[in-house]
């Protein structure tokens, strides 16, 4: 490893103390090297020009599908499966939160994995690694010469007003943030797990979200990324008003494409950054990954990927608002596309991103509105005939699951012919309760109410 900087040397001597390789120490000094020059990661509108036309892939050929099909001996999925869900009250794996029929998110990727023969390999954080490979324990068909998981890693946060190493003296925990997903690329080096699918004869990565239940390898896409030879490829999808504050694409004079996020867009540019009209596509996080070519450029990168900065202003102890004001240093994996000549984006339907991030998406997919194939996929249920459901849940009786689940005992009510759910105050659901239409429903008595089982629930419903 070469000498660090002094201002960098109690960064590099924590990060070693913590059993952190050579390649990450080097990759966040390159990113601490940016933040101490007065770098802010921020990308400005007038250097960019928005995304007009992207291929379509529902358009895609029947011989683009064969393609796929003769390319899926060659491909792996591989899921983020970092997140503990700590939004919805969870301290375990969000992917171990039971979701369809019974069935956790990990449950249905794996069936997916050994319904499709493909391999699936998980990007686990340390919080979550025992508990998922214990949950795929069951599932022999996983076990391969390839391994499960690999780690990704932890990096220091940064007191702003110094840019010092945070040190919280309560909880030593606390001095310590994950580096975004972008970490997945430093992470398949650093555990050897690239090097080792290329020495078994895979090509292809589809890399998507564990909460995305959408997100499964589709031949046709697949056909489209190896028969186009592209070395690096995003999903995207359209803006809608809901979307407006997410990631998209854009590219630079020229015509590479480059992912901005809310992070690394400038005050004054947030209007055109939320103008769905100009900046029409957003990142699902589903990717396609060429591994002969991640493992070209990473070397001639010295392994470090040079992905686009983004500095976080948080406080060291995130629920404390009056502790320290810390940096923390995060990339995304989807800036990758600015990284790769050549790299491409395709436009999906919103099918194939469906992620549960409230007990609101929650509700709706465990719902009759979605159905589990008999492959394993989960899909709007083909009787309802409406849009997707509005649901909106009080968060002070529904944002935690455990509290969700109390007040849902006999499991989620009917709502495939319902349009739009509100629910404010406290409610619990009898058995059998059907919801149709556009719906509102009140309790503000500040005591429990109970709707009867076997209700119909149209138009406002109070207490």
Known sequence: MSTPSGIFLPFATSMQAEGLPDIVIRTFEHYYNQLAAGQTGLISEATIEPVTDLPDSDSLSEELVEAGKAALPSAILLKLNGGLGTSMGLEKAKSLLPIKDGLTFLDIIAKQAVNSGIPLVLMDSY??????????????????????????????????????????????????CPPGHGDIYTALITSGMLDKLLGKGYCYAFVSNSDNLGAVIEPAILGYFATNQLPFMMEVALRTEADKKGGHLAQLPGGRLLLRESAQCPTEDETTFQDITRHRFFNTNNLWINLPALKEVMVARGNILGLSMIRNNKTIDPRDKASTPVYQLETAMGSAIAVFDGAGAIRIDKTRFAPIKKTNDLLDVRSDNYVLTDDFLVKANP????????????????QFVDD??????????SLVECERLVVRGDIRFGQGVVVKGVVSMTNET????????????????KV
Request: proline share 10%; aromatic share 10%; glycine share 6%.
């Open 383 to 398: 009787v309802r005939k409406l849009l997707r459901a509005y649901i909106d849940l009080d968060p002070e009786y529904y």
């Open 446 to 461: 500040g005591q429990q109410a109970v709707v009867p089982d076997g209700t119909i629930v149209t138009g406002d419903w």
């Open 404 to 413: 969700f689940d109390a007040r849902f005992p006999h499991g989620p009510p």
């Open 127 to 176: 919080s979550t690694s025992e508990d998922s490979l214990a949950a795929l324990a069951k599932y022999k068909e996983l076990q391969g010469d390839i391994p499960l998981d690999f780690l990704q890693h932890k990096v220091p946060k940064i007191v702003r007003e110094d840019l010092s190493p945070a040190v919280s003296v309560t909880n030593p925990d606390l001095a310590w």
